[in-house]
């Protein structure tokens, strides 16, 4: 719709202010997600052997290498096969202050946390306290969405393959939330109240956050237990995984590695940054590198870990299984090939820290990446370093990752659409004085060109306003709120352009009406004369 608009304002004004508007919103149809990675060069691929020391050695050098190369802070990775953890390792530091990474340090993993809620619904079915098919109004019996119908359609199982209807956006809508209570959970769900689906239920696969802090809140109103007790008595313990939390307070008192961000291509750590509780099911848990291979030795050995069972086979199975419509999303893990090798895998993003974790079931191998920094435009691709350590777990050689660009595309666009506006507000005010004093804004002639100069000031303005306040945030699949938390530098130049496009907006209007009001005055002058 800004596209359209703009578009028509160059076509029939040709002014190089519309031109402006024209080029910024073309840009803002861009994603503001991460840069993509080259294909990677093919190689044979490793026989369902174990893993060498050379083979270690190779793909320490290759995380060692990319992370000076680009500037990561710092990562740790954990290798699995078959029963056992055969190499785990920290790389570079875990905070300003210099301390290494190690086996033990502490990292959000972001939406691995689903993975966990997903064993933890499984749990709840094979105690037969939950059914899959069941309606969720059955276990929340307040749960609604804007449909009735549609909200007692709605099944425990599409909640855990993405099917549900729930946009990506409504998953999104809550980051910036600071509700920390108790019931932070139910509350977030209680908000999907008018929640409009995006799809038909069970219609179609549509990834959201929105779905698994439903799942978070079945569980608590079956099991009676804070979603967090539950994790940490039936997933953590059993797995002995010491090192993780379900608190950002205690997993300070541990090693937790302080997060970044990027700024313009450039990392600054941010300790403190938006966590709320009632996202927690999705996308907030903290594990370590050593912990992390005791989860994926659960997954890789049917349930069991040593002489514990997490899970019976069948429901490991269930959990890795996509159901129909849900694409290649399972419950928590998404299955994909990787170079003709079968592989189950999700990413995790929060706000400073990005995660990964793949299984090869084929050849019994897994491996799971924490890193303590987040890209989501201007900084090194982050996000491609997971994708690429697959690549080495499978003999296939990786390409290096794209460093920073000094300025991205779209923040180059952004930051010179603001400095145009700004230079474009002071003409503009300019002319509100110039009109006020000039006998050209008497005649007709001079009132009309100076209202209509005011008007196409005004419609690129709004132009511009709906481009950053809605067109961007609805291509990105992510509000305002959403864009300032992942992508800060973006975040904010979006808000300046919109706060400085309303301003010259009513500057615009103000130009059109001391000019009609001039024009009036003459009018009298020349009558009384």
């Not at 304002?9 to 990675?37: E, F, Q």
């Not at 990027?262 to 403190?272: D, E, L, M, R, V």
Request: net charge neutral.
């Amino acid at each position: 719709m800004a596209y359209q608009l703009a578009s028509s304002i160059v076509r029939r004004m040709g002014s190089l202010a519309a031109r402006w508007a024209y080029t910024v919103l073309t840009a803002a149809t861009l994603s503001l997600s991460a840069i993509g990675v080259m294909r990677p060069v093919q190689a044979e691929v490793m026989s369902p052997t174990s893993l060498s020391d050379d083979d270690f050695h190779r793909i320490d050098a290759y995380i060692e290498s990319q992370l000076a190369d680009t500037g990561i802070p710092g990562a740790a990775l954990v290798i699995v096969e078959g029963d056992q953890i055969t190499h785990v390792r920290g790389y570079g530091v875990a905070g300003e202050d210099g301390r290494p990474v190690t086996a033990e340090s502490g990292f959000y993993i972001g939406s691995l946390t689903k993975s966990f809620t997903a064993v933890a619904i499984m749990q709840l079915v094979e105690a037969e306290h939950v059914e899959l098919d069941a309606p969720v109004q059955k276990y929340l019996p307040w749960f609604h969405v804007a449909d009735p119908r549609a909200s007692s359609q709605l099944k425990v199982k599409h909640l855990l393959n993405h099917t549900s209807g729930f946009s990506t956006y409504s998953g999104r809508t809550h980051l910036t939330d600071s509700d920390t209570s108790t019931a932070a959970i139910e509350r977030r769900v209680r908000a999907l109240g008018n929640t409009e689906l995006a799809r038909p239920v069970g219609a179609a696969y549509q990834y959201s956050n929105a779905n698994y802090v439903v799942l978070g809140a079945i569980i608590e109103a079956v099991s009676g237990q804070s979603y967090e007790e539950y994790i940490e008595q039936h997933i953590f313990e059993p797995l002995s995984m010491t090192r993780s939390y379900t608190s950002e307070a205690a997993a300070r008192k541990d090693n937790l590695a302080t997060g970044f961000r990027y700024w313009f291509g450039q990392a600054f750590s941010t300790p403190s940054v938006s966590r709320p509780r009632g996202e927690l099911p999705s996308m907030f848990l903290i594990s370590s590198a050593q912990d992390m291979g005791n989860y994926l030795l659960a997954h890789m050995n049917g349930g069991a870990f040593g002489e514990t069972r997490l899970l019976s086979e069948s429901g490991v199975s269930q959990l890795h299984t996509p159901e129909r419509g849900s694409l290649n999303y399972a419950m928590g893990w998404e299955v994909k090939m990787i170079d003709n090798v079968q592989a189950l895998n999700h990413i995790g993003t929060t706000p400073t820290f990005q995660a990964g974790m793949t299984i090869f079931p084929e050849q019994r191998r897994g491996f799971a990446l924490l890193i303590n920094s987040q890209n989501q435009l201007s900084g090194p691709d982050v996000a491609s370093l997971v994708p690429m350590v697959e690549l080495n777990m499978i003999g296939v050689m990786a390409l290096p990752i794209a460093k920073a660009p000094k300025l991205h595309l779209n923040l180059a666009l952004l930051t010179a659409l603001f400095v145009g506006q700004t230079f474009g507000f002071i003409f503009t005010l300019r002319n509100v004085f110039r009109t006020c004093k000039s006998p050209q804004a008497q005649s007709r002639r001079g009132c009309m060109g100076i209202s209509s100069q005011g008007w196409l000031y005004l419609a690129i303005d709004v132009g511009i306003v709906i481009g950053m306040l809605c067109w961007i945030p609805q291509s990105n699949e992510a509000p305002i709120s959403a864009i300032l938390l992942y992508a800060p530098d973006a975040g904010w130049l979006i808000v300046l352009n919109a706060i400085l496009a309303i301003m010259s907006a009513v500057t615009a209007i103000l130009v059109a009406a001391l000019s009609f009001q001039s024009f009036e005055r003459g009018k009298l002058i020349r009558s009384s004369a």
